[in-house]
C-alpha cells in the first residue's frame, strides 16, 4: 500500500497534520487524496509537493505524478533527517509524517532523477553485473564440487585455460557424479557466453553519439574501461550537480566519517553513502593503481588515449602518475592494501570528475 502524509509546515508551532491515511499503490488514489484535500481547501492558495524515499519504486511513480501535473521529488534515504536519538519506533505512519516534515521544512536532498536513456542503459548494465555474479557462483560451485569428491588441480591459478582444459578430463566412476560435473560446466559455458555477448552490446551502446566521447576521455583514466566508463556517465548522469571532485566523491561514499567532539579527533572508516555500484567499480578500477612503475602506459591505454585530445590525455596522465606514486608512497609507509586502494578511488573520483565537468586545467 501507498501510506499518505498531507503535512501543513508553520514557524510558530510543530506543523498540521492534514490528512494521513492508507491507500492501494495506485496513482488515481493518489490524485484522489490530493483533489479532496484541495476541494476542502478551495479558497486557499495551495502548493502541494509529493515525496517519497528512494528504493523499490525507483522513478516510476515520480514519472506517473509529473505527467498528471503534479510536483515530485525523491528523498535520498541518507540525507534524511531523523528524530534525535534514532528511529527507536518505526511504523508505515510515522515514516509518512517523517517524509512531510523533510519535504515541507527542507530537510533532506533530492535524488537526481536520469533521462530515460540513462537509466536504461544503467538498468542493462546492471543486468550483465547479475550475470556475471551467477557466473562467479558456478565456479565457487563446481571448485567445491571437485573438491568434495577429491579432485585437485595442482596449477596455480583456476579458471585459466589450462585448469578449464584439466577440469573437462575429470572423470569419476560414479556415472551420476560425472553427469553432475557435466551439467555444472554446461551453466559455467552458458554464462560466459551471455556475459560474452552482453559485453559486445555494452561496446555497442557506448558508441552512440550521447555516449562516445565522455566514455573515450574516461578511458584515458588505468582501470576504466567501456563498462566502468559507461557506468560512470549513465549512473552520475549530470556530473555538473557537484561543485567540486570530492562533493562527488562524498555522493559516491568514498570520503571517510567523522566523529570528533571537544578537540579530540576520531575519523572512521568511508561513510559507504550514496551509489554502492559505482563506489564498487572505482574500488576495482583503482586495482590497476597498485602495480607497475609510475609513469609507465601500457599499449592498451595508448590505443585508448589516442582517440582523445591532446588536453584530456596530459590531464589523464598527470593523474595516472599521481595515483600510482601515491598508492606506492602510502603502503611503503605502512597502510595497509585495501585502505591505501580506497584512497585511490577516493581520488580517482575526483579525477573522473575533473574530466566529465571540463576541469581538466586544476588537479583535484
Not at 493518489?30 to 519504486?57: D, M, P, Q, S, W
Request: proline share 2%; aromatic share 8%; with cysteine.
Amino acid at each position: 500500500n501507498y501510506t499518505l502524509c498531507i503535512f501543513e509546515p508553520s514557524f510558530e508551532h510543530d506543523g498540521t497534520v492534514h490528512c494521513i491515511t492508507q491507500v492501494k499503490p495506485e496513482v488515481k488514489n493518489i490524485i484522489r487524496v490530493i483533489e479532496t484535500f484541495k476541494k476542502k481547501h478551495e479558497n486557499e492558495e495551495l502548493n502541494i509537493v509529493c515525496g517519497y524515499e528512494a528504493g523499490c519504486l525507483g522513478y516510476s511513480l515520480y514519472h506517473e505524478l509529473k505527467e498528471k501535473g503534479i510536483e515530485c521529488v525523491i528523498l535520498a534515504p541518507t540525507t534524511m533527517k531523523t528524530e534525535k536519538g534514532g528511529r527507536k519506533l518505526k511504523n508505515d505512519y510515522r515514516d509518512a509524517k517523517m517524509i512531510a516534515e523533510c519535504l515541507a521544512y527542507g530537510g533532506y536532498s533530492a535524488v537526481h532523477v536520469p533521462t530515460e536513456l540513462d537509466n536504461s542503459v544503467k538498468e542493462f548494465i546492471r543486468m550483465r553485473d547479475d550475470i556475471k555474479e551467477n557466473l562467479k557462483s558456478i565456479k565457487q560451485q563446481i571448485i567445491a564440487f571437485l573438491t568434495r569428491n577429491g579432485k585437485q588441480f595442482e596449477g596455480k591459478s583456476f579458471w585459466t585455460r589450462k585448469h578449464i582444459d584439466w577440469i573437462n578430463t575429470v572423470s569419476f566412476s560414479e556415472p551420476l557424479l560425472q553427469d553432475t560435473l557435466k551439467e555444472y560446466m554446461i551453466e559455467y559455458n552458458h554464462l560466459c557466453d551471455r556475459v560474452e555477448t552482453l559485453d559486445k552490446q555494452i561496446e555497442e551502446i557506448s558508441l552512440k553519439e550521447e555516449y562516445v566521447e565522455k566514455v573515450q576521455q574516461l578511458q584515458c583514466l588505468i582501470g576504466i574501461k567501456t563498462h566502468t566508463a559507461l557506468s560512470l556517465i549513465v549512473e552520475t548522469s549530470d556530473f555538473n550537480r557537484f561543485k567540486k571532485g570530492n562533493m562527488y566523491s562524498a555522493y559516491l561514499g568514498l570520503i571517510p566519517g567523522d566523529d570528533s567532539s571537544a578537540g579530540h579527533e576520531n575519523k572512521l572508516g568511508i561513510t559507504k553513502a550514496g551509489n554502492s555500484h559505482l563506489r564498487k567499480l572505482l574500488v576495482e578500477a583503482a586495482q590497476g593503481y597498485t602495480r607497475g612503475k609510475v609513469g609507465f602506459k601500457s599499449k592498451d591505454l595508448k590505443s585508448r588515449q589516442e582517440k582523445c585530445s591532446s588536453e584530456v590525455v596530459a590531464y589523464a596522465d598527470r593523474a595516472n602518475e599521481r595515483l600510482r606514486r601515491k598508492y606506492y608512497r602510502m603502503t611503503l609507509r605502512g597502510k595497509r592494501y585495501n585502505v591505501a586502494k580506497t584512497a585511490i578511488a577516493r581520488e580517482l573520483a575526483c579525477f573522473v570528475w575533473g574530466i566529465m565537468t571540463d576541469h581538466i586545467d586544476l588537479c583535484n
